[in-house]
């Protein structure tokens, strides 16, 4: 029979009195967060309500008590705090699970003390930063970021939706309610409950449970904060003020052929948006276990890499998606018509004096030829140093300088953030595999405890169970001792009656059939009186030279005697008589039926200082088993909070080391955007000196053109 939990109203009533409701020290004496009527405010859920509770140390804590049962509750929240302990994620939250948590009605139920987060729910972010398009595409990736920490942690939330994602003041997401939770070592457990109905793919039955869960979601909160950022009007248009929702609800998964959200989204101008809806739609139909992880910059399907070309605009592959597509590219920089006139007269002048020196030497042939050659090497090294000096080459050297400095900077910066992203990554991974390796030792030391506890345990009922043998043993003979006391008591008092009441009984001629007065006399003359004086009759044959009847006569004092002459009828007769006698006596009379007090009390008095040592042996021993376990539980507490305490510091340094690390990728990927936009601007520069080379200088000096 399953456990009835309380009500909320039944919580209410409790948590007016935290020192008595509550079993843990920081919970006892905290102050409960209090509503209009001044009783304890409770924020209600599904089969749970949450209560906010100052405590004395200036912690804030929130205490979900729960409304109804849930398998394997206890052993579900040890696994995934065991395994969420060693992650360096900074989206969690610490929580402890309190088998005695709160005390309802004279009964003990189970609560979750939680760490009270600071934060706004993620519809009300959206509303506060409607319009924010920067904003909305950082928390779309912020979100992204999460997700792929718990596909890389092997996590899933079990509902990830709107109300269990909380943005904190500093924006960074923390994700609550761990109810449903799957890790790893959760493994062949069953699903605690299927997750909010406006977030589930229309396939999720409530059976399933793994690490793929949270895919549909993730792939829909993403998505619609993507459609956000490129048009907010979605918000009003979509979401229903009020609603459990963000742009979508659960019927337009079931038929989504039939949906007006989506056909809204499908019927939007920009071609992301119309996308987005396509997407959603696909995932829809797709079976659980068929659903892809985010992927925030892609479709949800697989990416295959392309390789590295120009762009049309004449950017390389590799800055495409970076920077926007550059604008048309300016009009084209020209030479100046007086430099190039300088430099023709220049020219054709130092041919004319080279000529006249030829003619007036009166050189060979070979000379002449020889001649031309050196004024036209001259000619072609003045033109050359003649093109560098024109200010066109000069603006258009100093652009491609920058350039090139630009792009070895922003490729420079791309590599340092993919070692970062390596880096983050490996943190993450290690993050996995201590998680995993704290379960495993936190198992393994609880196994161990378990053990050595049993085995004390064990030893101590031998301890005390020896003295409960002697103890035993003790009232067995104490109580045998009183009871044979009491019978012998019973039968000296029964057989004193009986000759007393014998005693009065004499023998007289004529009361025993056959005995007559010469018996009578015969008996009486060996003191034989009343039917106390004898025992036992026997008839002998008496001899005395002649063969006579006699009776041989058993007195009280176990003494037999002689008594010849009577008759073996009259014996029978007289054992008879003596028989009903003893009878009569027997039934009437009145023996104790407890031993008096002087008699019990010495004998109990012989056993008291016996049964005291033993008593106080067992209480001492009792006493000093029960301090030795809470010493060695104490011992064990100490070394499991010695294990997690290594643990937690391991993570949060990993924490900081993850923080640090993003930090620098963020630095490094605003430094890479900086040149890639600089990348750009001096692109469209160059574009506007791209006439200005050396075959089109020679050709500008000689055509004009």
């Known amino acids: 029979m399953s456990l009835r939990f309380p009500t909320g109203g039944d919580y209410v009533e409790a948590i007016q009195s935290p020192g008595i409701c509550f079993h843990d020290p920081d919970l006892r004496s905290a102050v409960p967060q209090l509503d209009r009527l001044g009783r304890p405010r409770p924020i209600s859920g599904n089969f749970a309500s949450v209560f906010s509770l100052h405590a004395a140390s200036g912690r804030r804590y929130a205490v979900k008590c729960f409304t109804r049962e849930v398998a394997d509750q206890g052993r579900r929240y040890q696994a ?36 009270w987060v600071e934060g706004v729910g993620l519809i009300r972010w959206i509303e506060e930063h409607l319009g924010d398009h920067g904003a909305m595409r950082d928390m779309a990736a912020r979100f992204a970021e999460l997700v792929a920490e718990l596909e890389q942690a092997g996590v899933a939330h079990g509902d990830l939706q709107h109300g269990n994602l909380l943005v904190a003041p500093g924006g960074a997401l923390k994700l609550v309610d761990y109810d449903g939770m799957f890790v790893p070592t959760l493994a062949g457990f069953p699903a605690a409950e299927r997750g909010h109905r406006h977030y589930q793919s229309p396939h999720r039955s409530g059976v399933e449970f793994g ?8 792939w829909l909160i993403h998505r619609s904060l993507m459609a956000l950022s490129a048009d907010p009007g979605l918000w009003h248009l979509l979401h229903e003020h009020g609603g459990e929702h963000l742009l979508f609800r659960d019927e337009d998964f079931t038929a ?15 071609p992301d948006i119309r996308a987005f809806a396509g997407e959603i739609a696909s995932l829809a139909a797709l079976p659980l276990h068929e659903l892809p992880a985010l992927t925030p910059d892609a479709p949800p399907s697989v990416r295959t890499a392309q390789p590295t070309r120009a762009s049309s605009s004449g950017l390389p592959a590799w800055m495409r998606g970076h920077v926007a597509t550059p604008a048309a590219p300016p009009v084209p920089v020209g030479y100046n018509a007086a430099a190039l006139w300088r430099t023709r007269m220049g020219i054709s002048w130092t041919y004319l004096v080279l000529g006249v020196i030829a003619w007036v030497l009166g050189l060979s042939a070979i000379a002449l030829v020889a001649t ?45 953030l993919n070692a970062l992203k390596r880096q983050r990554d490996m943190i993450q ?21 378990q053990r050595i506890l049993q085995e004390f345990d064990q030893e101590t009922a031998a301890q005390i169970g020896a003295y409960d ?27 004193s009656q009986t000759v007393a009441h014998l005693k009065r009984i004499f023998l007289r001629p004529g009361d025993v059939h056959g005995v007559g007065p010469d018996t009578v006399g015969r008996l009486g003359h060996n003191g034989i009186v009343t039917a106390a004086d ?14 006579t009847s006699g009776v041989r006569v058993l007195l009280p004092g176990q003494r037999w005697i002689s008594v010849p002459g009577v008759e073996e009828a009259s014996a029978q007769a007289l054992m008879a008589w003596r028989k009903a006698h003893l009878d009569a006596a027997m039934r009437y009379a009145v023996v104790p039926a407890v031993l008096p007090g002087d008699v019990a009390h010495r004998i109990e008095s012989r056993y008291a200082a016996e049964e005291h040592a033993l008593r106080q042996g067992y209480a001492e021993t009792q006493l000093n088993r029960q301090k030795g376990r809470h010493d060695l539980e104490r011992k064990q507490e100490s070394q499991r909070v010695n294990v997690a305490n290594r643990h937690f510091q391991a993570a949060r340094n990993a924490t900081q080391a993850l923080s640090e690390v993003k930090r620098k990728a963020a630095a490094a990927k605003k430094d890479q955007m900086t040149a890639l936009r600089e990348c750009e601007e001096l692109h469209r520069e160059l574009l506007a000196y791209r006439d200005i080379t050396y075959k089109r200088f020679i050709r500008a000096l000689f055509t004009g053109r």
């Open 429 to 449: 991974a290690e993050g996995v595999e201590r998680a995993a390796a704290n379960t495993r030792e936190l198992g393994h030391l609880r196994t161990q405890h």
């Open 211 to 218: 690490p793929h869960l949270d895919r549909f979601s993730a």
């Open 256 to 270: 989504a052929g039939g949906s007006g959200r989506l056909a809204a989204l499908g019927g939007h101008p920009a």
């Open 534 to 547: 004898f025992l036992d009759i026997q008839h002998v044959a008496v001899s005395n030279g002649t063969t």
């Open 80 to 115: 995934i705090s065991d395994y969420l302990l060693a992650l360096p994620n900074d989206w969690k939250i610490g929580f402890e699970y309190l088998r005695q948590g709160v005390l309802v009605n004279g009964r003990w139920f189970p609560a979750l003390k939680m760490e």
């Open 372 to 416: 031309a050659m050196v004024a036209l090497g001259g000619g072609y090294a003045a033109s050359m140093l003649i093109f560098a000096a024109i200010p066109e080459s000069k603006a258009r050297r100093t652009l491609a300088a920058r350039y090139a400095r630009a792009r070895r900077r922003s490729e420079e910066d791309a590599k340092s």
């Open 469 to 495: 043998l002697r103890l035993n043993a003790l009232q067995s003979r104490r109580s045998a001792e009183l009871l044979e006391a009491l019978h012998l008591l019973r039968e000296r008092e029964r057989h």
